[in-house]
Protein backbone atom coordinates (compact mmCIF):
# COMPACT_ATOMS: atom_id res chain seq x y z
CA UNK A 1 0.00 0.00 0.00
CA UNK A 2 2.83 2.27 1.20
CA UNK A 3 4.38 1.65 -2.54
CA UNK A 4 1.45 3.17 -4.45
CA UNK A 5 1.06 6.39 -2.68
CA UNK A 6 5.30 6.49 -2.90
CA UNK A 7 4.53 6.05 -6.80
CA UNK A 8 1.77 8.28 -6.92
CA UNK A 9 3.68 11.05 -5.11
CA UNK A 10 6.69 10.55 -7.66
CA UNK A 11 3.98 11.20 -10.56
CA UNK A 12 2.79 13.75 -9.35
CA UNK A 13 5.98 15.62 -8.40
CA UNK A 14 7.55 14.14 -12.06
CA UNK A 15 3.99 15.69 -13.45
CA UNK A 16 4.74 19.01 -11.83
CA UNK A 17 8.18 19.32 -12.86
CA UNK A 18 7.42 18.70 -16.28
CA UNK A 19 4.48 21.51 -16.83
CA UNK A 20 6.92 23.60 -14.61
CA UNK A 21 9.74 23.21 -17.59
CA UNK A 22 6.68 23.76 -20.44
CA UNK A 23 5.71 26.53 -19.11
CA UNK A 24 9.12 28.06 -18.71
CA UNK A 25 9.61 26.95 -22.08
CA UNK A 26 6.15 28.53 -23.75
CA UNK A 27 7.36 31.80 -21.63
CA UNK A 28 10.95 32.40 -23.15
CA UNK A 29 9.46 34.23 -26.48
CA UNK A 30 7.68 36.56 -23.99
CA UNK A 31 10.79 37.00 -22.11
CA UNK A 32 12.16 37.81 -25.62
CA UNK A 33 9.29 40.37 -26.81
CA UNK A 34 9.54 42.25 -23.97
CA UNK A 35 13.06 42.69 -23.55
CA UNK A 36 13.46 43.56 -27.00
CA UNK A 37 10.42 46.33 -26.83
CA UNK A 38 12.82 48.38 -24.22
CA UNK A 39 15.60 48.05 -26.80
CA UNK A 40 16.69 50.40 -29.90
CA UNK A 41 15.91 48.83 -33.49
CA UNK A 42 19.56 49.55 -34.17
CA UNK A 43 20.73 47.75 -31.22
CA UNK A 44 18.48 44.73 -31.75
CA UNK A 45 19.40 44.24 -35.48
CA UNK A 46 22.86 44.38 -34.79
CA UNK A 47 23.34 41.73 -31.89
CA UNK A 48 20.19 40.34 -32.92
CA UNK A 49 17.88 39.43 -29.80
CA UNK A 50 19.26 38.33 -26.96
CA UNK A 51 18.48 37.80 -23.62
CA UNK A 52 20.77 40.19 -21.84
CA UNK A 53 19.39 43.14 -20.27
CA UNK A 54 21.20 46.09 -20.23
CA UNK A 55 19.65 49.00 -18.37
CA UNK A 56 21.67 51.63 -19.24
CA UNK A 57 20.96 51.25 -22.90
CA UNK A 58 16.70 50.58 -21.94
CA UNK A 59 14.38 53.30 -23.38
CA UNK A 60 10.74 54.09 -23.86
CA UNK A 61 10.81 55.53 -27.26
CA UNK A 62 9.28 52.57 -29.04
CA UNK A 63 5.99 52.91 -26.85
CA UNK A 64 6.37 56.19 -27.75
CA UNK A 65 6.32 56.23 -30.93
CA UNK A 66 3.76 53.63 -31.21
CA UNK A 67 1.24 55.84 -29.29
CA UNK A 68 2.05 59.08 -31.05
CA UNK A 69 3.96 58.19 -34.93
CA UNK A 70 0.98 58.84 -37.71
CA UNK A 71 -1.06 60.86 -35.70
CA UNK A 72 -1.63 57.64 -33.01
CA UNK A 73 -2.87 55.44 -36.32
CA UNK A 74 -2.20 52.91 -33.56
CA UNK A 75 -5.60 53.18 -31.89
CA UNK A 76 -7.10 53.37 -35.28
CA UNK A 77 -5.81 49.37 -35.67
CA UNK A 78 -6.78 48.35 -32.25
CA UNK A 79 -10.18 49.55 -32.80
CA UNK A 80 -10.36 47.56 -35.97
CA UNK A 81 -8.90 44.63 -34.52
CA UNK A 82 -11.46 44.84 -31.19
CA UNK A 83 -14.61 45.59 -33.89
CA UNK A 84 -13.51 42.57 -36.38
CA UNK A 85 -13.02 40.24 -33.49
CA UNK A 86 -15.97 40.75 -31.45
CA UNK A 87 -18.63 40.97 -34.57
CA UNK A 88 -17.14 37.86 -36.03
CA UNK A 89 -17.19 35.88 -32.84
CA UNK A 90 -20.88 36.50 -32.23
CA UNK A 91 -21.94 36.10 -35.76
CA UNK A 92 -19.72 32.74 -35.66
CA UNK A 93 -21.18 31.71 -32.48
CA UNK A 94 -24.91 32.40 -34.15
CA UNK A 95 -24.44 30.87 -37.30
CA UNK A 96 -22.98 27.77 -36.54
CA UNK A 97 -25.14 27.12 -33.81
CA UNK A 98 -28.00 26.88 -35.75
CA UNK A 99 -26.29 24.86 -38.33
CA UNK A 100 -25.01 22.48 -35.62
CA UNK A 101 -28.07 22.14 -33.65
CA UNK A 102 -30.12 21.98 -37.49
CA UNK A 103 -27.87 19.16 -38.11
CA UNK A 104 -27.91 17.48 -34.73
CA UNK A 105 -31.79 17.65 -33.84
CA UNK A 106 -33.74 17.44 -36.94
CA UNK A 107 -33.93 14.80 -39.51
CA UNK A 108 -34.54 15.60 -43.44
CA UNK A 109 -33.32 14.86 -46.20
CA UNK A 110 -29.91 15.13 -47.38
CA UNK A 111 -28.61 15.90 -43.51
CA UNK A 112 -25.91 13.07 -44.04
CA UNK A 113 -24.83 14.71 -47.46
CA UNK A 114 -24.50 18.24 -45.46
CA UNK A 115 -23.04 16.66 -42.79
CA UNK A 116 -20.00 15.50 -45.35
CA UNK A 117 -19.41 18.70 -47.15
CA UNK A 118 -18.72 19.84 -43.27
CA UNK A 119 -16.40 17.05 -42.93
CA UNK A 120 -14.60 17.72 -46.67
CA UNK A 121 -14.48 21.61 -45.49
CA UNK A 122 -12.40 20.57 -42.52
CA UNK A 123 -9.87 18.86 -44.70
CA UNK A 124 -9.00 21.61 -47.19
CA UNK A 125 -6.16 23.47 -45.76
CA UNK A 126 -7.81 27.34 -45.51
CA UNK A 127 -4.59 28.47 -47.04
CA UNK A 128 -6.05 27.30 -50.33
CA UNK A 129 -9.09 29.25 -49.74
CA UNK A 130 -7.54 32.36 -50.18
CA UNK A 131 -7.70 33.33 -53.42
CA UNK A 132 -10.88 31.90 -54.39
CA UNK A 133 -12.11 33.86 -51.04
CA UNK A 134 -9.98 37.52 -52.33
CA UNK A 135 -11.45 36.83 -55.77
CA UNK A 136 -15.42 37.38 -54.14
CA UNK A 137 -14.83 40.12 -51.91
CA UNK A 138 -13.40 42.06 -54.93
CA UNK A 139 -15.82 40.94 -56.85
CA UNK A 140 -18.77 41.82 -54.38
CA UNK A 141 -17.08 45.13 -53.90
CA UNK A 142 -16.19 44.39 -50.04
CA UNK A 143 -12.82 45.67 -50.35
CA UNK A 144 -11.67 47.60 -47.37
CA UNK A 145 -14.38 47.47 -45.36
CA UNK A 146 -15.36 45.04 -42.40
CA UNK A 147 -17.80 42.94 -44.23
CA UNK A 148 -14.65 42.16 -46.42
CA UNK A 149 -12.90 40.61 -43.46
CA UNK A 150 -15.58 39.70 -41.32
CA UNK A 151 -17.87 37.63 -44.11
CA UNK A 152 -15.08 35.26 -45.41
CA UNK A 153 -14.94 33.29 -42.05
CA UNK A 154 -18.10 33.34 -40.33
CA UNK A 155 -19.19 29.87 -41.01
CA UNK A 156 -15.87 27.74 -40.64
CA UNK A 157 -16.53 23.81 -40.73
CA UNK A 158 -15.06 23.54 -37.49
CA UNK A 159 -17.27 25.19 -35.43
CA UNK A 160 -20.52 23.51 -37.48
CA UNK A 161 -18.89 20.04 -36.69
CA UNK A 162 -17.92 20.97 -32.65
CA UNK A 163 -21.66 22.40 -32.57
CA UNK A 164 -23.04 19.21 -33.83
Do not use: C, H
Not at 30 to 53: H, Q, T
Not at 121 to 150: C, E, N, W
Request: positive net charge.
Amino acid sequence: MESIKTQNRLKTTLSVLLMVFLAILVMVPFYFMIVSSFKDVSVIFANGINVNIDFSKMNFDNYKSLWTNQNGIYWSWYKNSLVITVVETVLVLVFTSMVGYGLAQYDFKGRKFIFALVLVMMMVPPSILLLPLYKLVTQLGLMDSYAGVILPYVVPASSIFFFR
